[in-house]
């Protein structure tokens, strides 16, 4: 067997102008760590179109291997926790930004940063979720935990074609939820619908400035969207409600008013996926194993090989990306 693995290197000269090339490289290449991981699949989310086109800065350390999460099986290990052979699962913990990724056949981690792949989960399919669907259940949890139930009313998700909306409206929808999607996408609605939307709505509706209070039309949200459209879910959000914000893909603004949460006692529930405790992270990869239903995780999802990665970082940044990329590293 080769020691040796192709790798996606992002690198800065010094005019601060980046790019990126493929190059080969061995495990003594690779960060500080101690499990060394074969990385079976890997996936494309929107962070990872930013690190490599470089238009937001996500990379803080040079060069760096991008790529934020991956599944794939313990090749060596100097931590407690883990053996050859175990499969596991990586989402976030600054991989891909401030350590070496998942872009690359092998990578090399902290084993505090690793959770064991669920056994009805494969490879493929944990990175058909990806840090996209997982940080979605992270959404969908906080809901919950509000007391966020199908009885209260529906739950919008914006964003709705993108990886964390997509996986966002299977779960709430399997979950009995009646789920209102806004796309800027309508012509995607059959696909949306196929989800588990009941109602796709145009995101035009949400994404000009609106009005401090309006109409109560949802009683929680999943946003991966942010600036004008995350005041327009916050102001339209029934008495009691949550809105759950992950995203920014419109702005990373909130040109909001408090009248939603001192009018309506409205919660703004924060998500984030990178830094989240290894027992929540536990908790969602153990309700994605039987809350997501696999006929449709693989109608959201298309496969792709490593060669592929580059293009599919410039394609997911333009909105061109439909629900979930997988990266089949043996492709
Ligand atoms: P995608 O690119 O797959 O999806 C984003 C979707 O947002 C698009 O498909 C599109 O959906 C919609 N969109 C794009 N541009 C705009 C715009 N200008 N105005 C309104 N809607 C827009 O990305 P992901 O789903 O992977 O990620 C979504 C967001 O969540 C990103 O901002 C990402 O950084 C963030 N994120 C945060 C995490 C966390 O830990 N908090 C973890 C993972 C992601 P449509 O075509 O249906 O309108």
Redesign the pocket.
């Known amino acids: 067997m080769s020691d040796t693995f192709k790798a996606i290197l992002v690198s800065r000269d010094e005019d601060k102008k980046q790019s990126v090339a493929v190059e080969t490289l061995s495990v003594d290449d690779l960060m500080e760590g101690d499990v060394v991981v074969n990385v079976e699949a890997t996936t494309v989310?929107?962070?990872d179109g930013l690190a490599i086109t470089g238009r937001s800065p996500v990379v803080r350390r040079w060069p760096m291997i991008p790529g934020i999460d991956f599944a794939g099986t313990v090749e060596s290990s100097e931590h407690p926790d883990w053996k050859p052979g175990d499969k596991v699962i990586l989402n976030g913990w600054g991989t891909g930004e401030t350590h070496y990724g998942a872009y690359a056949g092998k990578s090399r981690v902290n084993g505090d940063w690793l959770i064991a792949r669920p056994e009805s989960v494969s490879a493929h399919d944990a990175m058909a979720v990806g840090?996209?669907g997982y940080?979605a259940m992270l959404s969908v949890l906080a809901l919950e935990r509000h007391g966020i139930t199908p009885e209260r009313g529906p739950v919008a998700v914006?964003?709705?074609?993108?990886?964390?909306?997509s996986v966002a409206i299977s779960i709430l929808a399997k979950l009995g939820h009646h789920v209102i999607a806004s796309?800027?996408?309508m012509s995607?609605e059959p696909f949306l619908r196929d989800l588990g939307a009941s109602e796709v709505i145009d995101?035009a509706e949400l994404?000009e400035p609106g009005r401090p209070l309006g109409k109560e039309r949802w009683a929680g949200a999943v946003d991966?969207?942010g600036s004008h459209?995350l005041a327009n879910l916050l102001a339209q959000t029934t008495y009691g409600g949550a809105v759950a914000a992950?995203?920014?893909?419109?702005g990373f603004d909130l040109p909001a008013t408090v009248m939603p949460f001192i009018l309506r006692g409205v919660s703004l529930l924060g998500?984030?996926?990178?830094m989240a405790p290894k027992a929540l992270r536990e908790e969602a990869w153990a309700r994605i194993a039987t809350d997501l239903d696999a006929a449709k995780l693989a109608r959201l999802s298309t496969t792709i090989g490593f060669d592929d990665i580059i293009d599919t970082a410039h394609a997911?940044l333009d909105?061109k990306?439909r629900g979930r990329v997988v990266i089949d590293m043996a492709k």
């Open positions: 989310n929107y962070k840090t996209a940080t914006t964003g709705a074609n993108g990886g964390v909306g796309t800027g996408r995607e995101r994404s991966s969207v459209t992950c995203g920014l893909a419109q998500i984030d996926s990178v997911i909105g990306v």
